[in-house]
């Protein structure tokens, strides 16, 4: 569990439990004492008033009225955010288009600068379109809730991907890739890849993609992926 994930679990808990213990929520994220104590000093920086009650039997509780000081939002979770709004416009049936391109700019405008850039950069990477009807989506999965935070390093610094794949037929290998695109061909959802194994361009199904994880060491190029003349970049102008 990454940093961000296990601070969030932490916040969870003390509002689904009122009070808790340092050892409670060692166990509840899978993490060390220290490693708590370390989470706790972190929300209070960022604005969670967190009290302490001394004492064998003292615990911790979190402030209600606690308020943030920053917005905690990550790029990746914007950018879920955006990509969740297209894909529905996309498909044609987002109702309230309009509230929620209100509600995503007061959410881009919270965002510090070096943020609103990585936003920007991951959106470039970001393409629509339509799915052929001939598309088979009978076998449509649910995707790792791991892809995305595993994506946005990976576009962002441009590292190599790692992931297990399987294929229409079942069989399933692991796949090493530079990231290029994402693809949204309403419902199915793709990851377009340079696979230097095969010196060519691979489409895959995310919700054919389990264990993904971005490699630390060399970074590969930006190459020009073409596309049919139906998909179209995304692109929102962040003020």
């Known amino acids: 569990m990454?940093?961000?994930?296990?601070?969030?679990?932490?916040?969870?808990?003390?509002?689904?439990?009122?009070?808790?213990?340092?050892?409670?929520?060692?166990?509840?994220?899978?993490?060390?004492?220290r490693t708590v104590l370390r989470?706790?000093?972190?929300?209070?920086?960022?604005?969670?008033v967190v009290h302490s009650e001394p004492g064998r039997g003292g615990g911790l509780s979190l402030d209600?009225?606690?308020?943030?000081?920053?917005?905690?939002?990550?790029?990746?979770?914007?950018?879920?955010?955006l990509i969740s709004v297209a894909s529905m416009r996309a498909a044609g049936n987002l109702p309230f288009s309009g509230l929620a391109d209100a509600g995503l700019a007061k959410i881009e405008k919270a965002l510090p600068k070096d943020k609103v850039r990585d936003l920007r950069r991951f959106l470039d990477c970001l393409y629509v379109g339509t799915l052929a009807p001939q598309v088979d989506?009978?076998?449509?999965?649910?995707?790792?809730?791991?892809?995305?935070?595993?994506?946005?390093?990976?576009?962002?610094?441009?590292?190599?991907?790692?992931?297990?794949?399987?294929?229409?037929?079942?069989?399933?290998?692991?796949r090493h890739v530079e990231p290029q695109a994402m693809l949204i061909l309403p419902p199915l959802w793709y990851l377009v890849a340079w696979d230097s194994s095969r010196q060519n361009f691979r489409h895959f199904r995310m919700d054919?993609?389990?264990?993904?994880?971005?490699?630390?060491?060399?970074r590969f190029r930006r190459r020009h992926v073409p596309f049919d003349d139906n998909v179209r970049p995304i692109r929102h102008t962040l003020s």
């Open 2 to 33: 990454n940093i961000r994930l296990r601070q969030d679990a932490i916040v969870r808990s003390l509002r689904r439990n009122g009070t808790s213990t340092i050892a409670a929520l060692a166990r509840d994220v899978g993490a060390s004492r």
């Open 39 to 48: 989470d706790i000093a972190a929300l209070r920086d960022e604005g969670y």
């Open 64 to 81: 209600p009225q606690s308020v943030q000081t920053t917005a905690r939002l990550s790029v990746a979770e914007v950018f879920a955010l």
């Open 137 to 174: 989506i009978s076998d449509m999965g649910t995707m790792d809730p791991a892809l995305l935070p595993a994506f946005e390093p990976a576009f962002l610094k441009r590292l190599y991907l790692r992931f297990h794949y399987r294929d229409a037929k079942g069989v399933e290998t692991t």
């Open 208 to 218: 054919r993609i389990s264990e993904p994880e971005y490699l630390e060491g060399p």
